[in-house]
């Protein structure tokens, strides 16, 4: 799951509004030409929230005509699009009027910054964001990229207009946090894999979760059978020697050589999965089938080469890059056998129309995945096709985006019930301070709520991949 373009990542930017850069830009650019006026500070910062608050709530007036928001301040309580009994109703509890120009200047990433330290309470947060994609078309018709207009004019001064706060040193430690095991044990299932579950009607499909459970198993049979789909995609048989990219904490790998009898070399730049994944290995008693290696994946040996009868990889492709598609299904293609081998990747994708090679920063790349690009299943079709020089034939897409929101449900629930601030603090003693612990928490809360709008609203997608050798056929048929 990761970040978005000159469109976005999930979801669509919140960006600020023309009529924000008609009665600011000349404030701000007054700002950045006069640094003594921002660097006594107050009383600049002041005028810049209220100018913010007004052209917002402003704009808000022509942009909601779909469900109901309630913004509430020390002002007043202000009112967009039509209540009307069921329909999605929102409010929203302005806490700190800095909330206004984080809006103004970072849009969807000033929002997430405001959920995240409290500049702002929302009374449900994926009420809220289903509010902005349900009205998107309305908010795009009366917002566009202010930031990108006065950046130039503000660049360097974003915490100098907010303050050097408390609020703005705890935005940077709890993005420069590394996630420790201990950290992912508490909302993923037993099988550690961080990705996609599939389920199936044994868990109610879908919305299971909201019809008639969750019960207790549920993720785990899910993720299993996410497993197995794969395993059987990649037509693995028993001595069968098979390529990872991406071990995670060695969920998949651990099922390939115990119910399949395979051979694993799985990749991971993560030293701390590495060392979990090598003790579960251990545990399973599969330490003479499953090698983990701490490589790059541009880095594979030339004894690889021919060597293996499938590749698989679950969510690793959105930290690759579209500079390097070619290079990875070149390398993929490399280390596959010239006949009967098999490709299998999943990644979370663009739909075609909103993807680009170029993603501009926004919550997911700032906070969560740096540097990650989201790809289109074109995209990666293309470079699969062209790298291999047509040694890849596709064989088959899926779309699993419908199985993400509750995966993601599924995640925050357990997140809410294990997650304790002396569990991380073990790993982060910085997270002993409340206010950075409870900062912490509400990123990884914004993250599923955030990604599971978009899955849902169909503007993220899921894909899987399958590809096998020219000539040859996924399964005897005559």
Known sequence: MPSSISQSCVPPKFVPSTKALQTTSSSLLSLSFRPHSWLCAFGARRNLRRTSRTSILAVLNDAITVGHLTIADHEGTHYYGHYRKGCNDVQLQVVNDNFWTRILLSGDLGFSEAYMIGDVEVSDLRSAMNLWLDNQSGMEATLSSTVSKISS?????????????????????IASYDQSNELFKAFLSKEMMYSCALWGDAEGGVRGD??????PGDLESAQRRKIHHVLRKARVKPGHRILEFGSGWGGLAIEAALSYGCEVDTLTLSIEQKKLAEERIKKAGLEKHIRVHLLDYREIPAEFEKAFDAFVSIEMLEHVGSKYYPLYFKLVDFAL????????????????????????????RRYMWPNSCLPSATALIT?????SEGRFTLEGVENHAAHYPRTL???????????????????????RDRADYDAFKRKWQY????????????????????????????????
């Open 337 to 364: 056998k010239s006949t009967c081998a098999t490709v299998v990747i999943s990644a979370s994708t663009f739909p075609e129309s909103r993807y680009s090679g170029y993603q501009a920063e926004d919550f997911m």
């Open 383 to 387: 470079a699969a096709q062209t790298a």
């Open 447 to 478: 993250l599923f709520a955030y990604a599971g709008a978009g899955f849902a609203k169909g503007y993220i997608t899921c894909h899987m991949l399958t590809f096998i050798r020219p000539n040859d056929t996924p399964e005897p048929c005559d």
């Open 210 to 215: 909201l019809e008639s459970g969750p019960f």
């Open 409 to 431: 449900r599924e995640w925050g629930r357990r997140l809410d019930a294990n997650l304790t601030q002396d569990l991380v603090a073990r790993d982060y003693p910085g997270l």
């Open 153 to 173: 004019a503000v660049s360097g001064l974003y915490n100098n207009l907010l303050g050097q706060t408390q609020s703005q040193a705890r935005l940077n430690v």
